[in-house]
């Protein structure tokens, strides 16, 4: 029997790999994080200004939660898909580089820390770094934010 080998990040063989999709969401968890903690609440005996004050408030919890879930995602296929035990051998912290960037996705969805997302944005950019080494390309670190 001829054996086929199949490198991909998701179930299609297509190979391609790219921390930007944990990029973009990261800068998402890092602008609603600021969102959040910028928007002044209302007096609270105006009911019009806090019912759109509460609803913006959740909508941006609500992509702040959405976004660091799917960078969790984006960093877990890169982490257990495309890196492999020779990346290891190079870079031997490399597990808790990602173990350390998919608790930093938890604490941005349970907190709203500009702390934890600063800290999120580092480790995704240490991330990046990595990876394009492991391709031997030099790609810059360019965020949209």
């Not at 200004?49 to 408030?57: D, E, G, V």
């Amino acid at each position: 029997m001829n054996e086929i080998n199949a490198y991909a990040h998701c179930d299609g063989p297509c190979g391609i790999y790219d921390p930007a999709s944990a990029r973009i969401t990261g800068e998402a968890v890092l602008s609603m994080t600021k969102k959040m903690l910028e928007l002044n609440c209302p007096d609270t005996s105006n009911s019009q200004a806090m019912a759109s004050y509460l609803n913006t408030m959740s909508r941006y919890a609500s992509v702040k939660e959405e976004q660091a879930t799917e960078c969790k995602r984006e960093l877990l296929v890169l982490w257990t898909d495309y890196f492999k035990p020779e990346h290891l051998e190079k870079y031997p912290d490399l597990h808790n580089i990602f173990w350390n960037a998919a608790k930093a996705c938890s604490s941005c969805k349970v907190e709203v820390s500009i702390d934890h997302a600063n800290e999120l944005m580092d480790m995704i950019k240490k991330i990046h770094e990595i990876f394009w080494e492991t391709k031997g390309r030099e790609v810059p670190w360019i965020t949209a934010g």
